[in-house]
């Protein structure tokens, strides 16, 4: 790349780039953890090196679509067989799902809301955590995210092309793990939304194309090398061999949410969603982007609300911090949109009009409720340096992060860094206009 070419690469990309310097901070700095599932994983994954095949200590391959631990089998080989490096695989997906929410909030709303999103995904802890164990969420998470933005332009510009590559990341995403269906839903519903302003018409044609990519895969790997039945892929051990539980809490869900992102992630969401139904015609053009995300959230929890109550299984119920992973980014895109929301009240204000004044409370109340939710969450990291227990209820039951390495000794200098760099990131235009403005009449004097 040519000098020009990378200064024209971090002119257009600075901000971005800014926030992802953030989140490694913190990623880097934060302890690596494990706990049952993830020796298990790690188990196949090793396996994958050893025997070439994701075997686990019953000598049955594991229950699970294999294409994460084949992910790992590169890394281990040249590195090393080691859980560290097995969790140093798992930052680095989670530092691209950081990039592909900046993208999805840049192809829904708009740049600002993308790294605004970006940084509250970049240092929530529940991502944080997730990005430091050897489990293969947050590799189902990336490609889930990838074939959802590839997914969105495909409809966007009526693309049976863009619709195949969509179709063939949603392969790779479903081979690494079946909660990748779920990502579903909010293209479906992005379909349907803009089916009267797009060109895009759902066809038996367009629906091939896109599933044709998962069912080869499906069928080479459960029909050919393992041998398995060929709808393998949609059933795990959870429920083929379910651990049922009788009285389960019903605050379990919300427990689990605000105790792995916080009150006040939750609360600029609410916010964000009742600012879109006051100003339902100001915002009109995004409205229907929210009911995406709602619409996203609803399914993920939904599904896990039918497990627990609906089929009484324990896995969904002390697992709900993983069940309910693929709904984080669209809690972090609803509160980051009152960024652009916030834009646009300060754009139709009409400074004759007195009333319109008021317009700068819903402004302020948003932007101090992503600020604390930032702060939330550094106040979080910072507290916990060892074992951490997302609890579900008060029986003892809790989804467990035993510590495997300590985090560096200044952890906390790092995290504190990180949120600075961020918000200076996403501030900087506004920061350098204010200056320009506010120093003009010194422009003008020199000029002179």
């Known amino acids: 790349m040519e000098r020009k070419d990378f200064r024209a690469f971090l002119g257009a990309h600075y901000q971005l780039i800014g926030v992802l310097i953030g989140s490694f901070l913190v990623l880097a700095s934060t302890g690596t953890y494990t706990n049952w599932d993830s020796q298990l994983e790690f188990q196949a994954a090793s396996s994958v090196v050893t025997r070439g095949f994701p075997f686990v200590t019953t000598g049955l391959m594991i229950n699970q679509p294999p294409l994460g631990f084949y992910m790992d089998a590169p890394v281990f080989q040249a590195l090393g067989l080691s859980y560290t490096n097995g969790v140093g695989v798992v930052t680095a997906f989670g530092l691209g799902c950081v990039v592909l929410v900046y993208a999805l909030g840049c192809v829904l709303y708009g740049k600002r809301t ?58 790779v995403a479903l081979m690494t793990k079946l909660f990748a269906l779920l990502m579903l839903v909010p293209l479906l519903l992005m379909v349907y939304l803009e089916r009267k302003e797009g060109g895009f018409k759902l066809t038996l044609r367009k629906v091939l194309v896109f599933l044709v990519p998962s069912f080869v895969l499906q069928s080479v790997w459960f029909g050919g090398f393992a041998r398995q039945n060929f709808f393998g892929v949609y059933f795990s051990s959870d429920f083929t061999h379910p651990v049922l539980i009788t009285n389960p809490s019903l605050l379990f869900l919300p427990r689990v949410l605000v105790g792995s992102a916080g009150w006040f992630l939750f609360l600029a969401g609410l916010f964000s969603l009742a600012l879109s139904l006051l100003y339902r015609r100001l915002f009109r053009r995004t409205f229907w982007l929210d009911v995406v995300c709602v619409g996203a959230i609803a399914a993920v929890a939904g599904l896990d609300l039918l497990f627990v109550f609906g089929f009484h299984l324990i896995a969904p119920y002390v697992s709900a911090f993983k069940y309910n992973y693929l709904a984080l980014p669209f809690f972090c895109l609803l509160a980051a949109s009152l960024a652009d929301k916030s834009g646009l009240l300060i754009g139709s204000m009409e400074p004759k009009r007195r009333i319109h004044k008021l317009k700068l409370i819903p402004v302020g109340i948003g932007l101090v409720l992503l600020f604390a939710s930032m702060l939330e969450s550094m106040t ?69």
């Open 114 to 171: 993308g790294l605004v999103a970006a940084a509250l995904f970049g240092i929530v802890p529940w991502h944080v955590f997730m990005s430091r164990i050897f489990l293969i969420d947050v590799q189902c998470l990336f490609f889930s995210l990838l074939f959802l933005v590839v997914g969105v332009l495909a409809v966007r510009r009526n693309s049976e092309k863009l619709l195949l590559a969509s179709g063939m990341v949603f392969a």
């Open 380 to 448: 979080f990291l910072n507290k916990w340096g060892g074992f951490v227990a997302f609890e579900v209820d008060s029986n003892g039951h809790y989804f467990p992060f035993n510590t495997f390495t300590q985090p560096t000794a200044y952890f906390q200098a790092f995290h504190n860094a990180a949120i600075v760099l961020m918000v200076l990131s996403i501030t900087f235009p506004f920061i350098v206009s204010c200056f320009k403005r506010g120093f003009g009449w010194l422009t003008m004097v020199l000029s002179s």
